[in-house]
């Protein structure tokens, strides 16, 4: 980005931010829920569209002045239809979190019960977690991945869904590496009588690129994030079936939120426009075949993947038999320029906090143009920098490596 203001309006932001972009340049971005918008994703975003408020929808506002705001909500919202074959969708959600509020909002009243994957098996906060307001305003039952294959048991969810008899199946999770058989998920809840909530945060991109299943067409109502795999600004949209618009469109506006983000709003319509791009497939499929590669070098190299590989973006590791924890890995790892999230394993006995796992991801590091033969090097790093986590000298080497090689790869927009 060209900055011409802010250095002379502000220099301890703009100094910030340059540190920023230096730390993005030089670094390994592998956190599975970031990723790198492109300059025009960036541009929309620092519009005036930002001036303006415009609680409703296109066509039907509360304030005036709405002639633009209308045009750049109608692009996001056609756009986005033809990405996911979405009868309805609503493009205002701000962020992942009130998208979900939304959802449950618009079906259920607070005490009712629904079906959630538990977060240290590959769920989200969202998904019923005691300490979210998922948890505590509605009555969460949570199933599990089977201990043995790392992979949902739909047997056993059929088994809880009849006994419980929730209003709402919750499917779609934070990091769950495999494909989701949508299709028995909707046959269960229809058994029972449930809503079907999908939540794609994180494999959108690869879903609307055709790569992994679609659950739009066979669930009630799906969110997604918007700044994951799919590329574009952070902030979310609900994708549902026509005959729940007005329940979902209300239960953002005014049920949850007040003025949309309308610069955000044009931002998600120009990353939905590059979605719709044969190039995005090219990138999606690459996303997948790297993801693939990383899986099968950790596994070479001794790690316990989580379900034995991947199907997406993403996977979990279990550094137990490595000899450190999740977070000691994800500090390790930042020392030589390899960002990551540590995360669970499913039953972890040790706490959200400092948990047995991490999470890799190669939605962002794809975006850069990394390959297969990039990732076999990076996953050499990692393994070298825990075999040398007590050596500082072969540390800094290894930095020096990792910054000397992203360097290769500009970052759009930067
Ligand atoms: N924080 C996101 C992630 O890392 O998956 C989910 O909210």
Known sequence: MNYKFLPQEDQDIFTAIKREEARQSEGMELIASENYVSAAVL????SVLNNKYSEGYPGHRYYGGQEFTDAVESIAIERAKRLFAAEHVNV???????ANAA??????????????????????????????????????????????????????????????????????FSAYSREIDWV???????????????????????IAAGELSNPTPVFDVVSTTTHKTLRG?????????????????????????????????????????ENLAPEFKEYARQV?????TMAAEFLDAGFRVISGGTDNHLMVVDMTNKGLSGKEAEA???????????????ND????????????????????????????????????????????????KIREEVKEFCLNFPIPGI
Request: hydrophobic share 40%; proline share 7%; glycine share 10%.
């Open 92 to 98: 205002q959600p701000l962020s992942g979190s009130p």
């Open 288 to 292: 997948i075949k790297n993801a693939k």
């Open 103 to 172: 959802v449950y909002f618009a079906f259920l009243k607070p005490g009712d019960k629904v079906l959630g994957l538990k977060l240290d098996h590959g769920g989200h906060l969202s998904h019923g977690h005691p300490v979210n307001f998922s948890g505590m305003l509605y009555d969460f039952v949570q199933y599990e991945v089977d201990p043995a294959t790392g992979l949902i048991d739909m047997d056993r969810v059929r088994e809880i869904a009849l006994r419980e008899r929730p209003k709402m199946i919750v499917a779609g």
């Open 349 to 396: 006995p040790n706490p959200p906090m400092n948990p047995s796992g991490v999470r890799f991801g190669t939605a962002a590091i794809t975006t850069r143009g990394m390959k297969e033969e990039d990732v076999e090097k990076v996953v050499a790093w990692i393994e070298g920098a825990i075999e040398a986590r007590a050596d500082e000298s072969r540390l800094d």
């Open 43 to 46: 541009e929309a975003m620092e």
């Open 332 to 346: 390790l790892l930042d020392k030589v320029g390899i960002s990551v999230s540590r995360s669970t394993i499913p």
């Open 184 to 206: 028995r998920f909707k046959k269960i809840a229809d058994e029972v009588g449930a809503f079907t909530f999908a939540d794609i945060a994180h494999p959108a991109g690869l």
């Open 233 to 273: 600004p952070r902030g979310a949209m609900i994708m549902c079936k026509e005959k729940f618009a007005k329940e979902i469109d209300r239960a953002v506006f005014p049920g949850m939120q007040g003025g949309p983000h309308e610069h955000i709003i044009a931002a998600k319509a120009v990353a939905f426009g």
